[in-house]
């Protein structure tokens, strides 16, 4: 069974960091392109940043460009996703997926098709 798990959200305030992660079991890590997504109250889900399979190739949204970074672990079936210089727009549940179909990671959630259950990062002002 497919299971990813987030951790490390929270409150924090504006200007402040936070490390995100998202482990996986129950499949081949390696094989599987990860993503990070976040939904805020009354807003469609963003994808926020992925990390490819094989060569590590990544993308990040406009909104988080310079202050986010995404790293993986493939010994420890871990992405991490490091959060710098946090705003208030930031303010969301953070949800991790897996994909293994596409030749490379993608900043859709219409392309995975195993989801953590999330983790909510709330930035005060």
């Known amino acids: 069974e497919v299971q990813l798990v987030e951790s490390g959200g929270g409150l924090v305030q504006a200007g402040g960091s936070l490390r995100l992660s998202c482990t996986a079991s129950?499949?081949?890590?390696?094989?599987?392109?990860i993503g990070w997504f976040r939904q805020a109250p009354g807003k469609e889900r963003e994808g926020v940043s992925c990390?490819?399979?094989?060569?590590?190739?990544?993308y990040y949204a406009d909104s988080v460009k310079g202050r986010f970074t995404i790293s993986r672990d493939n010994a420890k079936n871990t992405v991490y996703l490091h959060m710098n210089s946090l705003k208030p727009e930031d303010t969301a549940v953070y949800y991790c997926?897996?994909?293994?179909?596409?030749?490379?990671?993608?900043?859709?959630?219409?392309?995975?098709?195993?989801w953590g259950q999330g983790t909510q990062v709330t930035v005060s002002s």
């Open positions: 997926a897996a994909d293994e179909k596409y030749y490379y990671c993608l900043g859709y959630g219409w392309a995975y098709d195993s």
């Open positions: 990390i490819s399979r094989s060569d590590g190739s990544i």
């Open positions: 129950g499949f081949t890590f390696e094989d599987y392109h």
